[in-house]
């Protein structure tokens, strides 16, 4: 039996084949869920477009989390159209890159903000809205990373704005618990993304992750899908606040 047979799944941050999201996306309909994707600008259009025709997507609507008439209208045409959600994924992140290549301490102020902003303040914004078109209950997941209790090298002003996202977590699924809806964060190991290869030395990051890591491979975009399956699906009921990691075991290795 599919785990999300008869659920509605909104998927935000697709920006490409290789996006996180779009892993999230396949498992998704893979078990059996309707998938809403939302794209960040005209850029990401035809991508989303194609990408999104690619898995019978029913939805596929722009949405900049960075402003906020952008994400009341999303989920504004959600209800004018009756849709009731299960699935919220929350896949998306952004800071300056010269904030990722810097000393953290020359981080600036606008820069400190945008990351925040679109990075953590986000999921605060579309949970506060996906809410009441959760109206069986529902599954909210994000995507983080060990920076964010870790000082890892480079990933700096992201690994604050990661801090923020996971108390975020923690703050949603208090208060949307007793509605039903559980709230999580997967912790994923590197992966290889748009986003990431615009890092300095991501690819000797991933070499060391292979050699460090108690499965000894990099994380796999489609095991972060399975896992946020699992997030999303029944079987995971009694789970939320939680950050659940899937990196191959790497967060719990000494030096
Ligand atoms: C962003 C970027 C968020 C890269 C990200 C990210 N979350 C994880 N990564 C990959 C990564 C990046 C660094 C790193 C480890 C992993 C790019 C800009 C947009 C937001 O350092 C050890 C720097």
């Known amino acids: 039996m599919p785990l999300l047979e008869g659920k ?3 998927v935000m941050g697709v920006a490409n084949r290789w996006s996180i999201a779009w892993a999230v996306a396949q498992a998704v309909v893979r078990e059996g869920a309707r998938l809403i994707l939302t794209y960040q600008g005209e850029r990401q259009k035809k991508t989303a477009e194609d990408l999104g025709a690619s898995l019978k997507a029913s939805k596929i609507l722009p949405c900049d989390v960075g402003r906020d008439a952008e994400v009341a209208g999303l989920f504004d045409s959600l209800k004018q159209e009756n849709v009731r959600l299960d699935v919220l994924v929350h896949s998306l992140a952004f800071a300056n890159r010269e904030d990722l290549e810097r000393p953290f301490h020359e981080t600036s102020r606008d820069g400190f903000s945008l990351a925040l902003d679109v990075s953590a303040y986000s999921l605060v ?3 506060h809205h996906a809410a009441p078109l959760m109206s069986e209950g529902g599954s909210v997941v994000t995507l983080t990373y060990l920076g964010s209790t870790r000082a890892v090298k480079n990933y ?3 690994g ?3 801090a923020a ?3 975020s977590v923690r703050y949603l699924a208090s208060e949307l618990g007793p509605q039903g809806i559980r709230v999580n964060a997967i912790s994923a190991g590197p992966i290889k993304t748009a986003s ?7 690819s000797s990051m991933l070499a060391a992750v292979e050699q460090k890591a108690p499965l000894r491979k990099n994380t796999d975009p489609a095991e972060v899908g399975d896992a946020a399956v699992f997030l999303a699906s029944h079987l ?3 789970i ?3 950050v659940l990691f899937v990196d191959g075991g790497y967060n719990i290795v000494g030096l």
């Open 196 to 202: 990431a290869r615009a890092v300095k030395d991501f």
């Open 125 to 127: 914004k579309v949970a």
């Open 236 to 238: 995971a009921r009694g």
């Open 240 to 242: 939320t606040g939680e």
């Open 156 to 158: 700096n002003i992201m």
């Open 160 to 162: 604050v704005a990661k």
């Open 8 to 10: 509605t799944a909104l």
């Open 165 to 167: 996202l996971e108390a």
